[in-house]
């Protein structure tokens, strides 16, 4: 071969060595992680976790932007609308007020839920079996909870005659599940207490305000502002000597009494099913949602001997978790 032709061979090469390198890149997926609070690192692992079993894997051909607002989606929306400027293909949305701001400000972008207890109710899907939007994911069933809830609560802690309820008002699921939960308080023949509280310093006071009432227990309704605060709310629930009461295991990890609910960190492994699904090509309005199979009970008992509470022997048994 001349020395000419050679060079002509080498150069040539050096134009399609690049263009196969580059079509040989994989795409990469991006999922936008949206939440009212900072989801704590032990969610974003589960979700990692479900997205590597499936081949997806950050850094890689995965990326995850995190959002939440400061303050309220209503006060602070550019969390969402950076989301969609972004042009993420899946938005993964933690709990009603999350869902709600992505519904409002997309109908193109497939969402997956995670934590919202009434979707129908909520107007997000049409039914669990066929959503029929863009909008598809895991139901935690909250709204049919409050009742169990509560019952375990007077088993718990018999003798109590007045009840504190912790709402935040900015979440729109809260009436739904307050209203059940009042209906069970007053079916056991107990008083309630109702106060607001989001923020760290309302959450105080509103323990002051329910401990200076006499209050006999405490119960937190979900709200992802509650596992934000956990470790605040064991802290002033422990100084008031007041049992608490949740639906997010979290709490109990953090101090509180007993939890009765659905596993977060599980539900988020399992979105990973539905964003893997959605980026394949499925639509969200024919992926059916999910239930959860499984609700557990998880009892602090090292918090129920600080507190003086005796915990039933069948309770304990019965118990998915017993933290001593």
Do not use: C
């Not at 009436?175 to 109702?194: G, H, I, S, Y």
């Not at 539900?267 to 539905?274: D, G, N, P, T, V």
């Amino acid at each position: 071969m001349r020395r000419r032709d050679f060079i002509k061979v080498i150069a040539g090469s050096a134009v399609v060595w690049p263009l196969a390198a580059r079509a040989q890149q994989p795409k990469v997926w991006r999922i936008g992680f949206l939440a009212a609070v900072p989801p704590t690192p032990v969610m974003l692992s589960a979700l990692r976790d479900g997205m590597r079993e499936r081949g997806y894997v950050e850094g890689s051909n995965l990326s995850i932007d995190v959002r939440w607002p400061q303050g309220t989606f209503e006060h602070d929306p550019s969390p969402v609308a950076e989301l969609i400027n972004s042009n993420v293909d899946v938005i993964v949305a933690w709990a009603t007020p999350a869902v709600n701001a992505a519904r409002r400000a997309t109908s193109a972008i497939p969402i997956v839920m995670v934590g919202q207890g009434d979707p129908v109710g909520f107007g997000f899907i049409a039914s669990l079996a066929r959503p029929g939007g863009n909008i598809t994911g895991l139901t935690n069933i909250a709204v049919d909870l409050g009742a169990k809830v509560m019952e375990l609560f007077a088993e718990l802690v018999p003798g109590m005659k007045r009840v504190g309820v912790v709402r935040n008002p900015n979440n729109p699921a809260v009436p739904v599940v307050l209203r059940e939960t009042e209906d069970a308080v007053r079916k056991l023949n107990m008083q309630v207490e109702v106060v607001d509280a989001q923020t760290s310093d309302e959450i105080e006071r509103a323990f002051a305000q329910l401990s200076a009432k006499s209050a006999d227990g405490v119960v937190l309704l979900p709200d992802p502002t509650v596992i934000e605060h956990s470790r605040r709310i064991a802290e002033l629930a422990q100084s008031a000597r007041l049992p608490t009461a949740f639906q997010r295991r979290e709490n109990v990890d953090a101090g509180g009494l007993f939890s009765y609910g659905p596993d977060l960190n599980y539900q988020f492994r399992r979105a990973a099913f539905y964003v893997d699904r959605i980026l394949k090509g499925e639509k969200p309005a024919e992926l059916p949602v999910m239930q959860p199979t499984k609700v557990e009970l998880v009892i602090n008992l090292k918090t129920a001997k600080a507190l003086g509470v005796t915990v039933p022997l069948i309770m304990q048994m019965t118990a998915e978790e017993v933290i001593e």
